[in-house]
């Protein structure tokens, strides 16, 4: 049973691009959310789908979107780049089926981003 | 963003000694979790809690949630290398699933 997948593990931007993050969640998960993690710090929350839909949203700006396919597979794009985005970004999968799901939330391993 | 308040930020302790660490906030939370990370890996969920003043275990680890519902300790009996890593404590916003995670404590073992 794979756990929860992220693809790349590392990627490198310049300043203004943009990139997009893609995660498949556990088996049998049908909710993911993204969290960013800076060098020494905890994985601050940026959103949440359900659904195909963004149901929550943490304090980050529009620059970063996402999107949930039919699979529950999700993707985190972050568009106009800047330093301060490099960090480590962690997807998260749980199963919202029996309500609140984020006790059982499981990470996948993490996209490294450096933006130059 | 908003960060829980946890402490030590680090510890160095010898093999077989006992680990304390806390998590403090300014707000409520319903739900406390623990993780722990280690280098190149996503959290990995320890234990769970979901009632003010519940004392649950995990084998060597045993954490509890504040009565006030604004704090919450994670202990690791009787350490052993591989408990080495990077421990987070994280609440549950209120009718949500948003988790705010604390600052980390950074645990180093000690043969």
């Known amino acids: 049973d794979a756990g929860v997948t992220q693809s790349p593990t590392h990627l490198i931007k310049t300043r203004g691009q943009q990139v997009t993050l893609r995660c498949s969640p556990k088996s049998g998960h049908d909710t993911v959310s993204w969290y960013q993690q800076a060098l020494g710090q905890g994985p601050q929350f940026i959103f949440q789908y359900y659904e195909e839909e963004e149901r929550q949203r943490g304090n980050f700006p529009d620059r970063f979107s996402g999107h949930q396919f039919p699979n529950y597979s999700s993707e985190l794009n972050v568009n106009a780049l800047l330093l301060g985005d490099s960090a480590l970004y962690l997807c998260?999968?749980?199963?919202?089926?029996?309500?609140?799901?984020?006790?059982?939330?499981?990470f996948g391993p993490g996209t490294r981003l450096t933006v130059l | 963003g908003q960060q829980l308040n946890q402490s030590p930020q680090s510890m160095f302790i010898q093999e077989g000694e006992d680990v304390s660490m806390n998590c403090t906030s300014s707000?409520?939370?319903?739900?406390w979790l623990w993780y722990k990370q280690d280098p190149g890996e996503g959290p990995v969920l320890l234990i769970a809690?979901?009632?003010?003043?519940e004392l649950t275990s995990n084998g060597r680890l045993t954490a509890q949630f504040g009565i006030t519902r604004k704090d919450s300790f994670l202990n690791i009996s009787a350490s052993i290398p591989s408990d080495v890593g990077i421990y987070f404590c994280?609440?549950?916003?209120?009718?949500?699933?948003?988790?705010?995670f604390g600052t980390g404590t950074r645990l180093q073992v000690f043969p």
């Open positions: 707000s409520i939370f319903n739900t």
């Open positions: 994280a609440g549950l916003v209120l009718n949500t699933d948003k988790l705010i």
């Open positions: 809690l979901y009632k003010a003043g």
């Open positions: 998260a999968s749980s199963s919202r089926t029996s309500g609140l799901s984020t006790d059982t939330q499981y």
